[in-house]
């Protein structure tokens, strides 16, 4: 799982009836930067532009805090659904594990006696 920042700022403003020009003025910022970041249209904001909002917003009579503008969502990743589809195959689509299936007639087994392999594996015994 991820996280992705999403930008609030157009929500926020509509609701207190704000419009991009007055943050912009209130910020003292450019309205072309309250534009991007109203339409989303920014990868990453400086720590100063985030104050620079607040501090406009809070002229407005809107007490607001940076985490009115930004909120990190948590975005699963195909690597994430690919590993539960996967183990949940493996584990016969149930959480406790695989249904046994088939009969229950044991299958002849050839080979020496699990009592002579057993040294081998064990090493001398003490």
Avoid: C
Avoid at 18 to 44: G, S
Avoid at 72 to 90: K, N, T
């Amino acid at each position: 799982m991820t996280g992705q920042m999403q930008i609030e700022l157009a929500g926020l403003l509509r609701r207190h009836k704000i419009t991009q020009k007055q943050l912009a003025q209130a910020a003292r910022m450019r309205p072309a930067t309250v534009n991007a970041l109203y339409n989303a249209r920014v990868a990453r904001v400086e720590m100063s532009t985030l104050v620079d909002l607040v501090i406009g917003l809070r002229r407005l009579g809107v007490e607001a805090d940076v985490g009115d503008i930004l909120q990190v969502i948590d975005v699963p990743d195909d690597a994430d659904g690919a590993a539960r589809e996967r183990a949940l195959r493996l584990l016969g689509g149930e959480p406790w594990g695989l249904k046994v299936q088939g009969s229950a007639v044991l299958a002849p087994v050839s080979g020496p006696p699990i009592e002579e392999l057993l040294p081998e594996f064990l090493g001398p015994s003490i």
